[in-house]
């Protein structure tokens, strides 16, 4: 949509041209015409799940409708019970809330269909939206315990149109998404381990790619022919050389009290952690692996049993730790079959990938943004490094980088929303402070932004 005026310079005080209240929320918004759909859900009530329709014009409430979830299900403090985003046609918008199924309203808000579904178990809640082809709401519902599956229904009914069993897979918190080439029509599930391709009308498998880590994310992208679809490793980490050396430094740094360059259990005091994503502050998930039990943790460092992490321990740990589970991205070509990866990946790479957002494609160029704000560009058909450097705004990102008028957008957990210039080089506009958390990623249309923080939406434009 057209984005060619969209203001450089904005905040919760200028350049916005309305704001509402709305209840807290990770999905993204939807603009379909003059209407912008939410999902959310009442904190002090996660059983309370909310659909909204917002006028674009003035920000005005058009209607909300709420079930109640079915299952009681723990969420990690990045996730929510509304994280994912709804599908909308010109007749109808989908919502999915994984602790309760798919619903179909139309846009007047009138209830259509709706879906129960059971919850996929998963430790950390579900993030996965809907997407539509052709007739279909197609859905990824991969969980533990050997429940993985696709499911079709139809647009009109919600009556299954086929499903996909996926026995191979663990809980994932991606997306599918439909790959247009050669006159043919893909659907790209990227999952625990693999990448893989179905036929949409029918759910077949097509191709499939190994090689990723086992929690999976971000949303596949197309470009230059080729398709794109990255993982981070494990506990986020980006890089395929884990930076021991530094974890070890920090902790020493911090825990060891008597300065003997080792962490005896005693030093082992609240806030302890297994640092693997030191740029990230020391209060934000993420920084240390969650460990119940800090006799556990020294479990798996204190390997000659006398109760104290040496630094060669920790070094031997943080290497096998580093070889569990690697980051990548592949670049894959059309007309696969069977297995990809033995005849149609572009390249590959293993540095600077994303934990949760999805790659941008745009003219040529592939971004990969990085929590602590780290900013790859790629030249996406060979995959060569343009350049990777910090955009200025440091923390976590679950927002999806976008393009808005020759200008990339990107938000911080934080609250910090970035304009950079499209180039060969990293050229910052601004850094904007909201000064509340951003977990959503923005919309752009008839050069406004929609801008999603966790108590209100701003509609941002000159």
Same mark, same amino acid.
């Given at each position: 949509m057209e984005a060619g005026r969209i203001p450089v310079h904005f905040s919760p005080e200028s350049n916005?041209?309305?704001k509402a209240a709305i209840p807290a929320g990770h999905s993204s918004p939807v603009i379909w015409n003059n209407r912008i759909f939410l999902t959310a859900s009442e904190p002090a009530n996660k059983k309370e799940l909310i659909t909204l329709a917002i006028d674009r014009e003035n920000g005005k409430i058009l209607w909300r409708q709420v079930v109640q979830a079915e299952t009681k299900v723990r969420f990690h403090t990045l996730n929510n019970p509304a994280s994912s985003t709804p599908a909308a046609d010109d007749k109808h918008v989908y919502v999915y809330f994984g602790t309760y199924g798919l619903i179909c309203y139309d846009h007047a808000g009138n209830e259509v269909w709706q879906r129960k579904i059971d919850?996929?178990?998963? &430790? *950390?809640?579900?993030?996965?939206?809907?997407?539509? *082809?052709? !007739?279909?709401?197609i859905l990824v519902l991969d969980g533990d315990g050997g429940s993985s599956r696709l499911l079709a229904v139809h647009r009109d009914t919600g009556e299954m149109a086929w499903e996909q069993p996926r026995s191979l897979f663990k809980a994932g918190w991606s997306t599918p998404m439909i790959w247009r080439h050669d006159d043919t029509e893909e659907l790209v599930v990227l999952g625990s381990r693999r990448l893989t391709s179905y036929d949409p009308s029918t759910g077949e498998e097509i191709w499939w790619a190994g090689g990723f880590p086992q929690e999976t994310v971000s949303i596949p992208v197309t470009g230059d022919g080729l398709l794109f679809a990255g993982a981070a490793a494990l506990g986020g980490?980006?890089? !395929? &050389?884990? !930076?021991a050396a530094g974890s070890w430094k920090i902790t020493v740094g911090e825990f060891d009290r008597n300065h003997d360059n080792q962490i005896q259990r005693d030093e082992m005091t609240k806030g302890f952690a297994f640092i693997q994503?030191? %740029?990230?502050?020391?209060?934000?998930?993420?920084?240390?692996l969650p460990v119940r039990s800090m006799d556990t943790l020294l479990k798996i460092f204190d390997h000659d049993k006398n109760r104290i992490i040496s630094e060669a321990e920790w070094m031997q740990t943080m290497s096998g730790f580093a070889a569990h589970s690697q980051p990548n991205l592949l670049a894959i070509r059309s007309g696969a079959t069977k297995d990809a990866r033995k005849s149609h990946v572009a390249w590959e790479i293993r540095r600077g990938i994303p934990e949760t957002p999805s790659p941008l494609y745009y003219r040529g160029k592939l971004y990969l943004l990085r929590d602590g704000g780290l900013l790859t560009c790629l030249e996406a058909?060979?995959?060569?490094?343009?350049?990777? %450097?910090r955009i200025g705004a440091s923390g976590q990102y679950t927002a999806s980088p976008i393009i808005a008028g020759e200008k990339i957008i990107a938000a911080s957990v934080r609250g910090v929303v970035t304009v950079i210039q499209v180039d060969d080089k990293l050229k910052v506009l601004a850094r904007n402070d909201f000064g509340e958390k951003i977990f959503a990623t923005p919309a752009v249309a008839g050069n406004k932004i929609y801008l999603r923080t966790i108590g209100f939406l701003y509609a941002l434009g000159e």
């Amino acid at each position: 949509m057209e984005a060619g005026r969209i203001p450089v310079h904005f905040s919760p005080e200028s350049n916005v041209l309305w704001k509402a209240a709305i209840p807290a929320g990770h999905s993204s918004p939807v603009i379909w015409n003059n209407r912008i759909f939410l999902t959310a859900s009442e904190p002090a009530n996660k059983k309370e799940l909310i659909t909204l329709a917002i006028d674009r014009e003035n920000g005005k409430i058009l209607w909300r409708q709420v079930v109640q979830a079915e299952t009681k299900v723990r969420f990690h403090t990045l996730n929510n019970p509304a994280s994912s985003t709804p599908a909308a046609d010109d007749k109808h918008v989908y919502v999915y809330f994984g602790t309760y199924g798919l619903i179909c309203y139309d846009h007047a808000g009138n209830e259509v269909w709706q879906r129960k579904i059971d919850t996929p178990k998963s &430790k *950390y809640g579900m993030a996965t939206s809907p997407i539509l *082809y052709e !007739d279909k709401v197609i859905l990824v519902l991969d969980g533990d315990g050997g429940s993985s599956r696709l499911l079709a229904v139809h647009r009109d009914t919600g009556e299954m149109a086929w499903e996909q069993p996926r026995s191979l897979f663990k809980a994932g918190w991606s997306t599918p998404m439909i790959w247009r080439h050669d006159d043919t029509e893909e659907l790209v599930v990227l999952g625990s381990r693999r990448l893989t391709s179905y036929d949409p009308s029918t759910g077949e498998e097509i191709w499939w790619a190994g090689g990723f880590p086992q929690e999976t994310v971000s949303i596949p992208v197309t470009g230059d022919g080729l398709l794109f679809a990255g993982a981070a490793a494990l506990g986020g980490r980006g890089d !395929d &050389k884990l !930076d021991a050396a530094g974890s070890w430094k920090i902790t020493v740094g911090e825990f060891d009290r008597n300065h003997d360059n080792q962490i005896q259990r005693d030093e082992m005091t609240k806030g302890f952690a297994f640092i693997q994503r030191p %740029e990230l502050p020391k209060d934000n998930p993420g920084y240390g692996l969650p460990v119940r039990s800090m006799d556990t943790l020294l479990k798996i460092f204190d390997h000659d049993k006398n109760r104290i992490i040496s630094e060669a321990e920790w070094m031997q740990t943080m290497s096998g730790f580093a070889a569990h589970s690697q980051p990548n991205l592949l670049a894959i070509r059309s007309g696969a079959t069977k297995d990809a990866r033995k005849s149609h990946v572009a390249w590959e790479i293993r540095r600077g990938i994303p934990e949760t957002p999805s790659p941008l494609y745009y003219r040529g160029k592939l971004y990969l943004l990085r929590d602590g704000g780290l900013l790859t560009c790629l030249e996406a058909a060979t995959g060569k490094e343009l350049f990777r %450097e910090r955009i200025g705004a440091s923390g976590q990102y679950t927002a999806s980088p976008i393009i808005a008028g020759e200008k990339i957008i990107a938000a911080s957990v934080r609250g910090v929303v970035t304009v950079i210039q499209v180039d060969d080089k990293l050229k910052v506009l601004a850094r904007n402070d909201f000064g509340e958390k951003i977990f959503a990623t923005p919309a752009v249309a008839g050069n406004k932004i929609y801008l999603r923080t966790i108590g209100f939406l701003y509609a941002l434009g000159e």
